[in-house]
């Protein structure tokens, strides 16, 4: 058709996509605007997000469950913000967020709040990255929407709940003095409860997570700093949300996106090792210490994300 055209009209056509696809890829590269904002799902929770930094957009998926973001913020998310622009999300029922008035938490809940807040944002796509029971939600979501995924970083995630407290109660039972252990018949959550009571009575609970207690107490500093919302971990270890026992790791070998797995070489929280995570495009990296490697191992865990994060395609 061009070839009927003018050559002064087939000049000005060409300037003019030449133009649209200027405009088209600064609005897919415009930074977000920082700071904190409330977003409204679909079903009306009221949500608390936080941005800050530059670079490429990545939505922060916090464990607990119930924990809220603030922690990994100002512990980890904040040395990785001249290279990332972190989206700090609080769950719904969780942190700073406002709660769900139908009591809506299942996973797919959770999942599409996160999808309407990257539609909220414009984003095509960002980094999702998570810590410990986040990695159960992050995967959920790359895999109802691997499009809009352009790489994960798990962080001491779990993938199966049920792994992850067989673990914790292990190794936490072993911490306890012989006279302080549970009696084994004695049901799972049962025996749960009472060996973190135990280990809190005993001033033991840090060293479940974090390899010296100095850690732990900053830890636990911070994440008295903001107040929290703690419905949502309410309601997962009331038992009556079944899909947050569901195991994720054979999922994970259809998720053909970049992966960065971060390991704590003494974690017994996530009751995983290396080969769980069976993504076919994987790196993983096994920092000293326990649960936390972004408070552990500061330097090395800012590295390891940086050199994943500036090796993905533009």
């Known amino acids: 058709m061009f070839r009927f055209l003018s050559s002064t009209v087939r000049f000005l056509m060409l300037l003019l996509l030449v133009a649209l696809s200027t405009v088209a890829q600064a609005q897919k590269q415009a930074a977000l605007p920082v700071g904190s904002r409330a977003i409204f799902t679909y079903d009306s929770v009221k949500l608390f997000v936080q941005v800050a930094g530059q670079g490429t957009p990545c939505l922060f998926v916090h464990g607990g469950p119930g924990a809220g973001s603030y922690s990994f913020e100002k512990l980890g998310g904040n040395r990785l913000e001249d290279k990332l622009q972190m989206v700090y999300l609080d769950q719904r029922g969780s ?110 609970a840090g060293q479940l997570q974090f390899s010296h207690d100095s850690l732990a107490a900053r830890a636990m500093r911070v994440s008295r700093a903001v107040p929290g919302n703690p419905e949502f971990a309410q309601q997962v270890f009331s038992g009556r949300l079944a899909d947050y026992g569901q195991d994720y790791a054979p999922a994970t070998a259809k998720l053909t996106m970049p992966t960065l797995v971060i390991l ?40 390891a994300v940086v050199s994943f994060v500036q090796q993905l395609p533009r």
């Open 264 to 303: 704590g070489k003494d974690d017994r929280t996530t009751g995983a090792t290396a080969a769980t995570y069976q993504f076919p495009r994987k790196q993983v990296v096994t920092l000293p210490g326990k649960h936390n490697s972004f408070l552990e191992q500061p330097a090395q865990f800012r590295q």
């Open 95 to 204: 942190g700073r967020s406002g709660s769900s008035r139908t009591k809506n938490y299942s996973m797919a809940r959770i999942v599409q709040d996160m999808e309407e807040l990257r539609q909220q944002l414009g984003l095509q796509k960002w980094v999702v990255m998570a810590h410990s029971f986040g990695g159960t939600i992050a995967t959920a979501y790359a895999q109802k929407y691997p499009q809009r995924v352009q790489a994960l970083v798990l962080v001491n995630s779990v993938l199966n709940p049920v792994a992850s407290l067989d673990s914790m109660l292990a190794y936490g039972t072993s911490l306890l003095p012989a006279a302080a252990r549970p009696a084994p018949s004695l049901p799972q959550m049962q025996r749960f409860g009472m060996v973190m009571g135990a280990l809190q009575q005993l001033k033991l």
